[in-house]
T-cell receptor, first 116, second 115 residues
Framework: AQSVTQLDSQVPVFEEAPVELRCNYSSSVSVYLFWYVQYPNQGLQLLLKYLSGSTLVKGINGFEAEFNKSQTSFHLRKPSVHISDTAEYFCAVSDPLGGSNYKLTFGKGTLLTVNP | DARVTQTPRHKVTEMGQEVTMRCQPILGHNTVFWYRQTMMQGLELLAYFRNRAPLDDSGMPKDRFSAEMPDATLATLKIQPSEPRDSAVYFC?????????????FGAGTRLSVL
């Protein structure tokens, strides 16, 4: 079974600073990778996804992530954060070749707090 | 702006009562997922439907939970009887046809408190 580790449960940063949220997944032959964002009292919203092709994936709100197969990582980055980026961020993985390829396995989440 | 609609948004009930949560998937979507989110366990998949048929409910406590799709526009999750440990946020998500695009669109959730 897949597993996802988000190494930091909380990341506080100042506005306009760069940020990296880390995500590692258990190894598999091939994977689909996702980052979702959850704003307070809301559902999860897809930020970006990696299905195949270029390992650098750009998403909404200026976020990007890089798929690193050798390190089984999919870290999320933004060069300059805003107060409005304060939210919880979830990394998720699915196994496209597995019998349950619809299943997303989520990490425990990283709370990003952007301070003025 | 199409979205997944969940009702109610908040529910407070007493232990032993029946709880029904409803979800209206995005029109045209043929997959529906139910998740439970708690501080301790994070997001857990409870059930998965495709074309209204339940394909996976292995994450759901069978003795008290049930999930159905009476029609393509309505999915329900019932808990009977409810217990305090069921307190959580329950999310419904739906997805478009095509298994290569595993994109799930989430509703805003139902926050359940069982006293």
């Amino acid at each position: 079974a897949q597993s996802v580790t988000q190494l930091d449960s909380q990341v506080p940063v100042f506005e306009e600073a760069p940020v990296e949220l880390r995500c590692n997944y258990s190894s598999s032959v091939s994977v689909y990778l996702f980052w979702y964002v959850q704003y307070p009292n809301q559902g999860l919203q897809l930020l970006l996804k990696y299905l195949s092709g270029s390992t650098l994936v750009k998403g909404i709100n200026g976020f990007e992530a890089e798929f690193n197969k050798s390190q089984t990582s999919f870290h999320l980055r933004k060069p300059s954060v805003h107060i409005s980026d304060t939210a919880e961020y979830f990394c998720a993985v699915s196994d496209p070749l597995g019998g349950s390829n619809y299943k997303l396995t989520f990490g425990k989440g990283t709370l990003l707090t952007v301070n003025p | 702006d199409a979205r997944v609609t969940q009702t109610p948004r908040h529910k407070v009930t007493e232990m032993g009562q029946e709880v029904t949560m409803r979800c209206q998937p995005i029109l045209g979507h043929n997959t529906v997922f139910w998740y439970r989110q708690t501080m301790m366990q994070g997001l857990e998949l409870l059930a998965y439907f495709r074309n209204r048929a339940p394909l996976d409910d292995s994450g759901m406590p069978k003795d008290r939970f049930s999930a159905e799709m009476p029609d393509a526009t309505l999915a329900t999750l019932k808990i009977q009887p409810s217990e305090p440990r069921d307190s959580a946020v329950y999310f419904c998500a739906s997805g478009p046809p095509g298994t290569t695009q595993i994109i799930q669109y989430f509703g805003a959730g139902t926050r359940l408190s069982v006293l």
